[in-house]
Every structure is written in structure tokens, then in C-alpha cells.
């Protein structure tokens, strides 16, 4: 629990220029070891604020978007913040200072709506999804049944 707690502290002050150890405490160095020092803030407020700042400045809230049949999909391999904010200043036209202060969240938002998926004219790319066809299919199996029992009735 301390260390969980520990790191989230860090990811807490990491995301703000202000000392903010009298609102959600800190660790202090005693002849024992570490020992927390409580803010004002519950301490059981601190682990998840952490990862709701991580969840929306590295990975960002919103649904990924549909891919191709024939596409993979795209990971990094390393988070480069400065890859971001370079991102937001070229294609979003804001300030250094401003792109420092967007969550990923509102990156990837912004950027989507500047730029919104296109549709592809390859061969196959408005073809349904596997569960797309099955479900369909599934709906055609039962207007077919109630189609028979209908004509069986006359």
C-alpha cells in the first residue's frame, strides 16, 4: 500500500508546479523508514486522482476508433510527451505552453475532429465484421422461420 501510495504522490506532483503535500500529504524520512504524512485530501483519494491523471495524460478516455478489416493496430513502444506537444503545436496550431497543458484526452479529441476517419474505397473495406454478418444472418434465419410457419398456416 505505501508504495502505492508513494507512487501516486509522485504522479500527483509530477503533474503540478505547486506543492501540493499539504493537500495530499507526503512522505517524510524518520530514523524507521518513510512515514506519511496526511494532507488534507482522504488518503484513500490519492491513488485513484493518480490514476485518473495518468489514464487521461498518457493514454487518453475515448473509445478507439474502428479499424479496417485488413488493419493492425498501431502501438508505440515508448510515450514521448514532447512527441505530443510537438504534435498539437503543428497541427493544432497552439502555444508550446498551451499543447504542455492538454491531456492526452483532449488531444486525441481535437485531432480527431480536425482530422476525422476517412473511408477507404479498397476492396472489402465497407464489408461487415464477422459479428456484424452473424448477427445478420441470425435476423435472416428468423424472418425465414416466421416466413414458413406463415405459409404452413394457409
Not at 3 to 22: K, N, R
Not at 41 to 68: F, S
Amino acid at each position: 500500500m505505501a508504495g502505492d501510495l508513494q507512487d501516486a504522490l509522485a504522479v500527483i506532483f509530477a503533474c503540478c508546479e505547486a506543492d501540493l503535500s499539504a493537500v495530499f500529504g507526503c512522505f517524510e524520512s524518520t530514523e524507521a523508514g518513510l512515514k506519511y504524512v496526511a494532507g488534507s485530501a482522504p488518503q484513500e483519494h490519492v491513488v485513484p486522482l493518480a490514476q485518473c491523471l495518468m489514464k487521461h495524460g498518457i493514454t487518453g478516455a475515448l473509445e478507439p476508433l474502428p479499424r479496417r478489416h485488413d488493419e493492425d493496430p498501431e502501438y508505440v513502444v515508448r510515450f514521448l510527451a514532447r512527441d505530443h506537444v510537438a504534435l498539437a503545436m503543428a497541427h493544432l496550431g497552439m502555444s508550446e505552453k498551451d499543447a504542455w497543458n492538454m491531456t492526452m484526452t483532449s488531444l486525441v479529441g481535437a485531432l480527431r475532429a480536425k482530422f476525422p476517419q476517412q473511408e477507404s474505397n479498397a476492396p472489402g473495406a465497407r464489408a461487415p465484421s464477422k459479428e456484424e454478418h452473424e448477427a445478420t444472418m441470425e435476423w435472416f434465419d428468423k424472418i425465414e422461420a416466421k416466413r414458413k410457419a406463415a405459409q404452413g398456416a394457409h
